[in-house]
């Protein structure tokens, strides 16, 4: 029983570190997808004003200004140096490690089972 106790002790601790390595991923992409939204919001605002100056432009006779965000003063979209696909793995790694603690426990409880039964029938 002591190894049992222990397998399932070091699988809980590692189960536990993919997890808040997990969450801090997670995190991260949180992080990013906020800061690159409010950053495309600001790209729609400029492009819907750009062409609204440039209607007006046309109007006037002017050549339109061009719609290039890059050369505009906007802030660029951040880039996206996580890729998802290590979260994605760690899902992974964490289920199989569910699996087995869940095919250990319950060959353990299966065990126990057992043994009361014939203990109970001895008596």
Request: aromatic share 6%.
């Amino acid at each position: 029983m002591a190894n049992s106790s222990s397998y399932l002790e070091r699988n809980i601790e590692i189960m536990n570190s993919w997890l808040d390595d997990l969450v801090e991923e997670n995190r991260k992409f949180a992080s990013y997808a906020r800061s690159s939204s409010k950053i495309r919001a600001d790209h729609i605002r400029w492009t819907s004003k750009r062409l609204l100056e440039n209607a007006a432009r046309k109007q006037d006779g002017e050549d339109p200004l061009p719609l290039n965000i890059e050369d505009s003063d906007e802030r660029p979209l951040p880039e996206c140096t996580e890729t998802r696909l290590e979260p994605l793995l760690m899902i992974g790694q964490l289920e199989k490690y569910a699996s087995q603690v869940n095919d250990h426990v319950d060959a353990s409880l299966q065990k126990i089972a057992v043994t009361s039964t014939m203990y109970n029938n001895s008596d």
